[in-house]
């Protein structure tokens, strides 16, 4: 069955390309607000930490109404340091929105995003984004994302991509940046003509996918996940395989959609639905629910490993006791591991001394955002200095992790930039001078 009253998009880019910006306007388009309502800006980014510091951390789901079509959309995050929410909302969508912003054109996260959903054989639709800001240069960006199709190998269906002009903050899409458009309705169009709408067996055994967990004061732990295959039902007994190979039979206590920003209660769901289960209290991301009767547990996502590590240590300075609540061992290594749960490129170790704890992430950011949530609930500790994470391959050489910085200066400061990093073994990948004046450099470190 093809569920053509369905589409699941993902919205991928680097990081301030305006991804959170473009889902306000299609909510506000797409009528879940009231005529009178008031509304905030990034209504998606609803931490506190994602407010301050302007920046989407997890990944987080909506939905919208156009025409007879719903359309799931999730918003993920744009830092690389992020890269393990994007990875495993993936799994849940049938297609991506690949934003870039026309002035900065495709850029390392851009290239990170698009290689995993490429992989995964998602289709895409290009929406060049800030189509207003004066060093816009949106016919050169287009010519730049499909370079990176072709480098990163997409296959025919894909390189055939649709393109949509847009300005996020001015609340438009249009089909050619010299013609300004009124609303968001070319993109809409779009993503219901070239995202394939789900497909499944509707009367076959059940399989749900878990991709993300989210947290609720009065349901518990709530699995957000996707019907592949058969119906769900509340009060309906699942068999839930563990990532260790065994199984266990639960019960759905409750199952909610979202429409718009609210999560809904409803009484069942299909094959393509994206949904969120409660009544599981043991549920871990990238498990899979199946029929009792049929038990078949779906492979997830392999995720990137990590890069940087630290050790979380329990504060005996001469200011301990002074600031938080929680400063105990046992409460350091419950919170940690509590984190693991959800967060999936992050890692825990115990080491030799109880008091210390080896937690393992993507980078600075990463970590450095678990270390400011930990503060803000109280939790005092003390922390040593980033260690960058070595590794051994089969011949015994040592491998490092590398990344390319992208970086665009003028022309005169190009001699220094290229001595600093070349001075740390940087390696010269690409260089050219934009229609701006400002010289694009790629460097490997």
Same mark, same amino acid.
């Given at each position: 069955?093809i569920? =053509?009253?369905?589409? %699941?998009?993902?919205?991928?880019?680097?990081?301030?390309?305006?991804?959170?910006?473009?889902?306000?306007?299609?909510?506000?388009?797409g009528?879940i607000? &009231?005529?009178?309502?008031?509304t905030?800006?990034?209504?998606?980014?609803?931490?506190?930490?994602?407010?301050?510091?302007?920046?989407t951390?997890?990944?987080? %789901?909506?939905?919208?109404?156009y025409?007879?079509?719903?359309?799931?959309? $999730?918003?993920?995050?744009?830092h690389?340091?992020?890269?393990g929410?994007?990875?495993?909302?993936?799994?849940?969508?049938?297609?991506?929105?690949?934003?870039?912003?026309?002035?900065?054109?495709p850029?390392?996260?851009?290239?990170?995003?698009?290689?995993?959903?490429?992989a995964l054989?998602?289709?895409?639709?290009? $929406?060049?984004?800030?189509?207003? +800001?004066?060093?816009?240069?949106?016919?050169?960006?287009?010519?730049?994302?499909? /370079?990176?199709?072709?480098?990163?190998g997409?296959?025919e269906?894909?390189i055939?991509?649709?393109?949509?002009?847009? @300005?996020?903050?001015?609340?438009?899409a249009?089909?050619?940046? /010299?013609?300004?458009g009124?609303d968001m309705?070319?993109?809409?169009?779009?993503?219901?003509?070239?995202?394939?709408?789900?497909?499944?067996? *509707?009367?076959?055994?059940l399989?749900?996918?878990?991709?993300?967990?989210e947290?609720?004061?009065?349901?518990?732990?709530?699995?957000?996940g +996707?019907?592949?295959?058969?119906?769900v039902?509340?009060?309906?007994t699942?068999?839930?395989?563990?990532?260790?190979?065994?199984?266990?039979?639960?019960?759905?206590?409750?199952?909610?959609?979202?429409r718009?920003?609210?999560?809904?209660?409803?009484e @069942?769901?299909?094959?393509?639905?994206?949904?969120?289960?409660?009544?599981?209290?043991?549920l871990?991301?990238g498990e *899979?629910?199946?029929?009792t009767?049929?038990?078949?547990?779906?492979?997830f $996502?392999?995720?990137?490993?990590?890069?940087?590590?630290?050790?979380?240590?329990?504060?005996?300075?001469?200011?301990a006791?002074?600031?938080?609540k929680?400063?105990?061992?046992? =409460?350091?290594?419950? &919170?940690?591991? +509590?984190?693991?749960?959800? %967060?999936?490129?992050?890692r825990?170790?115990?080491?030799?001394?109880?008091?210390?704890?080896?937690?393992?992430?993507?980078g600075?950011?990463?970590?450095?955002i678990?270390?400011? *949530?930990?503060?803000?609930? %109280?939790?005092?500790?003390q922390v @040593? +200095?980033?260690?960058?994470?070595?590794?051994?391959?089969? =011949?015994? &050489?040592?491998?490092?992790?590398?990344?390319?910085?992208?970086?665009?200066v003028?022309?005169?400061?190009?001699?220094?930039?290229?001595?600093?990093?070349?001075s &740390?073994?940087?390696?010269?990948?690409?260089m050219?001078t934009?229609?701006?004046?400002m010289?694009?450099?790629?460097?490997?470190?």
């Amino acid at each position: 069955m093809i569920r =053509n009253d369905l589409r %699941n998009v993902a919205i991928i880019a680097h990081v301030d390309h305006g991804k959170t910006t473009l889902v306000d306007q299609m909510l506000k388009q797409g009528g879940i607000y &009231r005529e009178n309502q008031e509304t905030v800006t990034c209504v998606m980014d609803s931490g506190a930490i994602e407010r301050e510091r302007g920046i989407t951390i997890l990944a987080k %789901n909506t939905a919208v109404h156009y025409k007879d079509v719903k359309i799931n959309i $999730v918003d993920t995050p744009g830092h690389a340091d992020f890269g393990g929410e994007v990875e495993r909302i993936l799994k849940m969508v049938n297609g991506v929105i690949l934003l870039v912003d026309a002035a900065e054109g495709p850029m390392p996260q851009t290239r990170f995003v698009l290689k995993k959903a490429l992989a995964l054989g998602k289709k895409a639709v290009v $929406v060049v984004n800030k189509i207003d +800001r004066p060093m816009a240069r949106p016919h050169e960006v287009v010519d730049e994302v499909l /370079d990176l199709f072709i480098e990163l190998g997409a296959d025919e269906e894909q390189i055939e991509f649709p393109v949509i002009f847009a @300005s996020g903050r001015d609340g438009y899409a249009t089909y050619s940046p /010299d013609v300004p458009g009124k609303d968001m309705k070319p993109l809409f169009d779009e993503i219901v003509k070239e995202i394939a709408p789900p497909e499944g067996d *509707t009367d076959g055994p059940l399989q749900i996918l878990f991709s993300n967990i989210e947290y609720d004061d009065y349901l518990g732990r709530i699995g957000v996940g +996707r019907v592949i295959r058969g119906t769900v039902k509340v009060g309906q007994t699942v068999a839930l395989c563990h990532k260790d190979g065994t199984t266990s039979n639960v019960k759905i206590a409750k199952l909610f959609m979202y429409r718009g920003l609210k999560r809904v209660e409803e009484e @069942s769901a299909s094959v393509g639905d994206i949904i969120q289960v409660a009544g599981i209290a043991d549920l871990e991301i990238g498990e *899979t629910a199946c029929a009792t009767d049929c038990i078949e547990p779906l492979p997830f $996502v392999k995720i990137d490993e990590p890069t940087l590590a630290m050790n979380f240590m329990v504060n005996n300075s001469p200011f301990a006791g002074k600031d938080g609540k929680f400063v105990t061992s046992r =409460n350091l290594r419950d &919170r940690l591991f +509590r984190e693991v749960m959800t %967060n999936v490129s992050l890692r825990v170790e115990e080491t030799d001394s109880a008091d210390t704890f080896k937690v393992s992430g993507r980078g600075e950011l990463h970590l450095s955002i678990l270390i400011e *949530t930990m503060r803000r609930e %109280n939790y005092e500790f003390q922390v @040593s +200095r980033p260690q960058v994470i070595l590794k051994k391959d089969e =011949n015994g &050489r040592t491998l490092e992790p590398m990344e390319l910085a992208i970086i665009e200066v003028p022309e005169e400061y190009v001699g220094n930039v290229m001595q600093k990093l070349c001075s &740390r073994k940087g390696e010269i990948e690409d260089m050219d001078t934009r229609s701006t004046g400002m010289t694009h450099l790629e460097i490997k470190i």
